[in-house]
C-alpha cells in the first residue's frame, strides 16, 4: 500500500485557495489517511494479526526505506548514543532496525494508541526493552519533544497532509514541533511519496539547511524520469 497511489489523483488534486502559505504543496486532496481513526483502525488490526500469527504488518515503502537512511547514519558519523525521534513510528520497525543498529537512545511517538501498543509488543518480543515509545499527537506536543539529534519521519507528513480538516495548519504546525524537538545542528531524515524533492524543499527551507537526496529507485515514463519516493536529509539551523 502506498499513500500517493491509493489515494491521491496528483492531476486533478489541486484545492489551493487565497489563504494557502507560499509553498508549492498546496495541491492534494484530501484523504482517509489522514485521519485518526483510519490509522487506530489500521493499527488496531495490525495488533490482532500481529497477536494471532507474529506478523508486523506493514513495513511502508519497504525495507530499502529504512536500509537508505542507515546506510545515511553510518557515513555521517552519527553516533550510537545519539538521541533519534521516530515521528509517526507505527509498528516501530523502524526503530527495531535502528536498535538492532547499535542505536541506544531511541524514541518512538504516534498518536494512534493501537500503534503504540504494537510497536511496544513487537520490541519486547525483540527482547529490545529500552526503546521509549509514547502515545502523542506530533500536532500537538510543542514543547514536550526536545533535544534530538536525529528525527526520522517516514510517511508521517505524508498522512499529516492528506488530514481532511487542517492539513495546511498541520503542516505548519508540523514545522514548529520539528524546530523544536531538533538540537541546533541535527538531522532530520524525511521519507515521502507524495512530496517531490522540490517541494519538500520548499517546505522545510526555513530553519533548515538541505544536506542531500538519498537514492531511490526511479523509473521512466513518456521520456521523463521521476521518483516514486523520496528521501531528503536536512540539517536545523538557527
Ligand atoms: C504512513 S504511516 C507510517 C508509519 C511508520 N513511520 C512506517 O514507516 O511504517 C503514518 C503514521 O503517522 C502516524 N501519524 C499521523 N499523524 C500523526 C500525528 N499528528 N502525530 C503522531 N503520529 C501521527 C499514523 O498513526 C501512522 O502511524
Given at each position: 500500500m502506498d499513500v500517493a497511489t491509493e489515494n491521491v489523483d496528483v492531476e486533478s488534486g489541486n484545492t489551493s485557495?487565497?489563504?494557502?502559505?507560499?509553498?508549492?504543496?498546496?495541491?492534494f486532496e484530501p484523504s482517509k489517511l489522514g485521519t485518526k481513526e483510519y490509522w487506530e483502525d489500521a493499527y488496531q488490526k495490525e495488533l490482532e494479526t500481529f497477536t494471532d500469527i507474529g506478523d508486523v504488518g506493514e513495513i511502508w515503502f519497504g525495507e530499502e526505506s529504512m536500509s537508505r537512511v542507515l546506510r545515511w547514519m553510518d557515513k555521517a558519523n552519527i553516533p550510537e548514543n545519539a538521541a533519534i525521534l521516530d515521528i509517526g513510528?507505527?509498528?516501530?520497525a523502524f526503530l527495531v532496525e535502528l536498535a538492532k543498529h547499535g542505536y541506544r537512545n531511541l524514541t518512538g511517538i504516534d498518536y494512534s494508541s493501537a500503534s503504540v501498543e504494537l510497536a511496544r509488543k513487537i520490541l519486547e518480543a525483540e527482547d529490545l526493552t529500552d526503546v521509549t515509545v509514547k502515545e502523542m499527537d506530533f500536532l500537538n506536543c510543542?514543547?514536550?519533544?526536545?533535544?534530538?539529534?536525529v528525527c526520522i519521519d517516514k510517511g508521517t507528513f505524508d498522512a499529516i497532509s492528506l488530514n481532511p480538516d487542517n492539513s495546511k495548519e498541520g503542516k505548519k504546525l508540523y514545522l514548529q514541533v520539528l524546530k523544536d524537538a531538533l538540537k541546533d545542528k541535527g538531522f532530520f531524515a524525511v521519507t515521502s511519496c507524495n512530496w517531490t524533492k522540490e517541494q519538500l524543499l520548499d517546505r522545510f527551507s526555513e530553519g533548515f539547511d538541505f544536506v542531500q537526496e538519498l537514492p531511490t529507485p526511479s523509473f521512466q515514463f513518456g521520456g521523463k524520469t521521476g521518483n516514486s519516493v523520496t528521501a531528503l536529509i536536512f540539517k536545523r539551523v538557527h
Open positions: 485557495d487565497p489563504e494557502d502559505d507560499n509553498c508549492s504543496d498546496n495541491d513510528t507505527g509498528n516501530g510543542y514543547g514536550e519533544l526536545k533535544g534530538f539529534d
